[in-house]
């Protein structure tokens, strides 16, 4: 070590080196990968079979795997857990994934408001 190296080291500097996060293995990339070949098969083949039958029960199905899909890729492939970076990422996570239900709750329900008060169609033929 140089003596500026070694004199940040000893006040307590952590060079990029010697930080303790995680880093992905083989092993862990494939896992995350199997996991997710297995996540997309299972609904792919829940609406090319219709074997649930019902449309809204298979849509929420899906939309289940998707979030389990969704961490998987956070743990798996984006290393996100509450130790690295002193849980900062982990907490930025969760205000992303509460923005985004937010803003996808807000426009499901201002789509269907929107579909069941419209005014109805008015036959332009019968006024005189």
Request: hydrophobic residues 50%; aromatic residues 10%.
């Amino acid at each position: 070590m140089s003596s500026e190296t070694n004199a940040q080291h000893q006040a307590g500097y952590q060079t990029p080196h010697e930080e303790e996060q995680a880093h992905g293995s083989f092993r862990g990339y494939m896992i995350g990968f199997g996991l997710s070949v297995v996540l997309t098969a299972i609904p792919f083949w829940l609406v090319m079979t219709g074997a649930l039958g019902n449309n809204e029960l298979t849509g929420f199905v899906i939309m289940a795997f998707a979030v389990v899909q969704i961490v998987v890729h956070m743990v798996y492939f984006l290393h996100m857990n509450g130790r690295s970076e002193g849980g900062w990422m982990m907490l930025a996570a969760v205000f992303t994934i509460i923005i985004v239900v937010i803003t996808l709750a807000g426009s499901l329900w201002v789509m269907y408001h929107l579909n069941s008060n419209m005014m109805p169609v008015h036959d332009m033929r019968q006024m005189p």
